[in-house]
């Protein structure tokens, strides 16, 4: 544990209202004090004139490969990357080899997070076994074992009775269920949205109403069981009404978005790039429009950026072989304030509110607030720097990110774990 003396910033904490210039003080790796003029004698100091402290960034949609998959990404270098992205915590998704359906590999990643990663690592585990949609998981000693909840993301649970049975463990164990919300009988065939693009293009398309159907089909298991439901990756405008309504009911329902999904369109697939590649889609204008004013009016609870690092093998293959998914890690606070912040759709204080308050109470961790005695996690970012991302240069195995060469206006400048800077931008 660490001590710290975070002075001059702009102190912006949605957890207990708090917005002002201020200091921050960390001592033995909790938040002692917020205020102005603090002192302490014989602590490092961190000058952060200029910029916004806010409590730690949570990534809670994030794939770290390891164990099995280290080639393209290990529990180290996935967490050094969030770390130089202003991530604090992130969670990780189950679909590792072998799959986390079991106490033994949640037991695995937690344990090698503690040695390598220099952030907070929580696992994600698999609704069933071998994420295979048929039978169960382990939910019950994984989740003794330390899992926030489960998935079996990348692989939607097709079966509606297994849902059902996993929504009802889900709830009496309060932990949520969240879902790749996809049919994959409709989307067959898909490498990206079906439009107008995807005709012009000669690509199989993957409609809106493959996401459509299967968020359909969980609220009504939601509302059935009374499970905490979240909806992953969010992309279309008819599963945001859905879920808006689903709240006006009071139902436990949650979603998330990527930067990805709110900053660029399929138009981008013009180029027939295959790092803009990804599932859900890039999907269309009005998608995007509608993705933008669920966060903007409190619909979307989170920002995640289903970081997925594929090696440059896979990835350079033609398009419709390669496999879906991108990076996101480093370039997620620049995008959002970039598309959000900059352009008037939202506060920077409802921004903050996205990566801290709404993951932590989606997934009941004690972080993402600045309040005395909370853990001494802190993210320093700028809104006007301007830098430009080289995927060369990411901390990341992989380099699959369609935002290479992007000039962007403001983006993190430190971050601090239990005390510690584990990350801080080269002046």
Known sequence: MSSLLITGGRVID??????????????????????VGLQADGIAVLDAGGAVVAPGFIDMH??????????????????????????????????????NDSATVT????QRAREVAPVNVFPIGAITKGSLGEELAAIGSMHKAGIVAISDDGRPVMNARVMRRAMELARALDIPVIDHCEDLNLSAGGDM???????????????????????????LLAELTGARF????????????MVAFAKSKGMAISCEVTPHHFAI??????????????????????DVEAIIEGIASGVVDAIATDHAPHAGSEKMQEFERCPFGITGLETAIGLSLDELVHKNRITVTRLVELF????????????????????????????????????????????????????????????????KIVWKREQ
């Open 265 to 286: 369109t399929d138009d981008e697939l013009s180029s027939y790039d295959s790092n803009f590649k990804m599932k859900p889609p890039l999907r269309c204008h009005p």
């Open 230 to 241: 979240h909806v992953a990756h969010l992309s279309t405008q008819r599963s945001v009404a």
């Open 107 to 110: 037991s695995y990643i937690i």
């Open 14 to 35: 949605p957890a207990s209202g708090f917005d002002a210039t201020a200091d921050v003080l960390i001592r033995d790796g909790k938040i002692e004090a917020v205020g």
């Open 193 to 219: 949205h079906e439009g107008d693009q995807s005709v012009r293009l000669g690509l199989g398309g993957i409609p809106s109403s493959s996401e459509d159907v299967m968020v359909a089909r969980d609220l």
């Open 356 to 419: 801290t308050t709404g993951p932590a109470n989606i997934l009941k961790l004690d972080r993402g607030t600045l309040r005395p005695g909370a853990h001494g996690d802190v993210t320093v970012f700028d809104l006007d720097t301007e830098w430009t991302f080289d995927v060369q240069q990411s901390c990341s195995k992989s380099r699959n990110s369609p935002f290479h060469g992007r000039r962007f206006r403001g983006g993190p400048v430190a971050t601090v774990v239990g005390g």
């Open 62 to 99: 994030v794939h770290l490969r390891e164990p099995g998959i280290e080639h393209a990404e290990t529990i180290e270098t996935g967490a050094k990357a969030a770390a130089a992205g202003g991530f604090t915590t992130i969670c990780c998704m189950a679909n590792t080899i072998p799959v």
